[in-house]
């Protein structure tokens, strides 16, 4: 059985990864496909109990221990799940990855960047994705989706969602470079147009991998 494909959705708060990432999954189980959708952090039960106290704003964390907190989730997410799906032929779509780490610990919170990247390679134990979208929208737009997403559902802000524009803004900036040093792994798709819309565009990118790779 030959190699899967791992495709990560990213962006800031609100852009969207979560919907798109299931609607993607349902289109490509439809055609046949075997998919596993999986996000960080979390994807595992160790992951899950880091997501816990990593996005809880009660619990103070200098940045070193918060970007120590995602890493020790990715440790475990590619080594229990990513890496064998990927072997077994599937396609894993993950709701963030360590491009999230470099925009939101890195350009967001300042931490050095090439120590970062060094960290992030001990992590993956390599593990690249085989495409990168990005969600890109404004942070005012993300942000007034996430608060809309909050009064429908009760649900207090998490560590970043509570930030300063200023910090999103950042984030934003930090995913936008990566694209740029990369255009062959990510590809930047303009969230605020309609749903119908962005996933049209997502799938495209997608069906292309998928013909190169003959899945």
Excluded: W
């Amino acid at each position: 059985m030959g190699r899967g494909l791992f495709i990560t959705l990213e962006g800031v708060e609100g852009s969207g990864k979560t919907t798109q990432a299931g609607r993607l999954a349902e289109t490509l189980r439809a055609r046949g496909h075997r998919v596993t959708v999986t996000r960080e952090p979390g994807g595992t039960r160790a992951g899950e109990a880091i997501r816990e106290i990593f996005l809880d704003p009660a619990v103070s964390l200098n940045v070193a221990a918060e970007l120590l907190l995602v890493l020790a989730d990715r440790a475990q997410h590619v080594s229990e799940k990513l890496k064998p799906a990927v072997e077994a032929g599937e396609i894993v779509i993950s709701d963030r990855y360590s491009d999230s780490t470099t925009a939101y610990q890195g350009y967001g919170r300042g931490f050095d960047l090439r120590l970062l990247g060094e960290l992030n390679r001990l992590a993956t134990a390599g593990m690249t994705p085989d495409l990168t979208i990005v969600l890109d929208c404004r942070v005012e737009t993300g942000l007034a989706r996430t608060r809309e997403r909050a009064r429908a559902s009760a649900h207090h802000f998490d560590r970043f969602e509570g930030e300063e524009i200023a910090f999103h803004a950042r984030v934003r900036e930090g995913f936008l470079a990566i694209a740029r040093g990369e255009p062959g792994r990510v590809t930047v798709i303009d969230s605020e147009r309609p749903l119908a819309d962005v996933f049209a565009d997502i799938l495209r990118r997608v069906e292309e991998l998928l013909a190169r790779r003959c899945l």
